[in-house]
């Protein structure tokens, strides 16, 4: 199955979307408090306790700076398989 987003705009430079992004210690503020617990973090690695779900993980697979981040689910903590591509 395949998901697309919307494509979005910002006033920031893809600099500064790529370094946000390309690390996992920006992300915790991102999810929703109530739903999320857990949570651990590396720059490249994450995992986190998603309710009623279980926990589940991603890791970094690939970077091209400024225009490109893949992320894949990690298979230590998901036991389901994904990727996301974020293209800046």
């Known amino acids: 199955m395949k998901i697309e987003s919307k494509i979005g705009k910002s006033d ?5 979307i ?3 992004v390309s690390n996992f ?7 929703p408090q109530d739903k999320v617990s857990g949570w651990e973090a590396s720059e490249d ?3 986190f306790q998603v309710d009623p779900l279980g926990r589940t993980g991603l890791m970094i697979v690939e970077k091209e700076p400024y225009s490109l981040i893949k992320m ?3 298979p230590e ?3 389901y398989q994904f ?4 293209q800046i």
């Open 25 to 31: 210690h920006n992300f915790k503020e991102l999810l």
């Open 83 to 86: 990727t996301i591509w974020v």
């Open 77 to 79: 903590f998901s036991s």
């Open 18 to 20: 790529f370094t946000f």
């Open 72 to 74: 894949n689910s990690d």
């Open 12 to 16: 920031c430079s893809e600099k500064q």
């Open 45 to 47: 690695k994450c995992s």
